[in-house]
């Protein structure tokens, strides 16, 4: 099993709508918890970091629960320049790792 | 800003060359990283260095070496190149978690 797992994908969805990306991680130790943004095997980039109160940022919204290992990603309003990559971490500060999760594509069309 | 710089930024070698593909990086950062990336895969850890004068093997180690020559530099060799190591090569470094990545390095081997 993969230590950070994520949906599959891909995700086509009309511009204006609402989509939510989910990851799991198995290593209960991970401290810190990211979600990057990737286009077109370009370095990925930091989307948002991850609080365990939940946080959001303008539409996009990020939700932790380490009960559950679980974490979410949730966007509003999409727009076509959304259309990327998106790629869950886990950081574990002990271990010094970051781990990613495969990603799930998302394709925003007009 | 200068950031995390990896050369070089494109590369074709030959089934049983060697070559080193080197990082640095400028924020005084403690954690370094070298990831790979398959078409339609995620970043796969290679190998990582968690503070200078250390490293260990992340997901897929093999066909690799690595030396953190000191907290800027840490580099990626491969002794022996072989086509399945063609892949895009991503560098990065943390503090907090908050990955900072390299442009990329594409490797081809014939």
């Known amino acids: 099993r993969k230590e950070v797992e994520q949906d599959p994908g891909p995700f086509n969805v009309p511009e204006g709508a609402t989509v939510a990306f989910n990851c799991t991680y198995s290593n209960s130790a991970s401290q810190s918890f990211f979600w990057y943004r990737q286009d077109c095997r370009k370095e990925p980039k930091l989307l948002m970091s991850v609080y365990s109160s939940g946080n959001e940022d303008g539409r996009f919204t990020a939700q932790l629960n380490r009960a559950s290992q679980y974490i979410s990603l949730l966007i509003r309003d999409s727009k076509l320049s959304d259309s990327a990559t998106y790629l869950c971490v886990a950081y574990g500060a002990n271990a010094g790792k970051s781990t990613f999760g495969d990603g799930t594509t998302l394709t925003v069309k007009p | 800003n200068a950031g995390v710089t990896q050369t070089p930024k494109f590369q074709v070698l030959k089934t049983g060359q060697s070559m080193t593909l080197q990082c640095a990086q400028d924020m005084n950062h403690n954690s370094m990283y070298w990831y790979r990336q398959d078409p339609g895969m995620g970043l796969r850890l290679i190998y990582y260095s968690a503070s200078e004068g250390t490293t260990d093997k992340g997901e897929v180690p093999n066909g690799y070496n690595v030396s953190r020559l000191n907290k800027r530099e840490f580099s990626l060799r491969l002794e022996s190149a072989a086509p399945s190591q063609t892949s895009v090569y991503f560098c990065?470094?943390?503090?907090?978690?908050?990955?900072?990545f390299g442009e990329g390095s594409r490797l081809t081997v014939l």
């Open positions: 990065a470094s943390t503090d907090t978690g908050e990955l900072f």
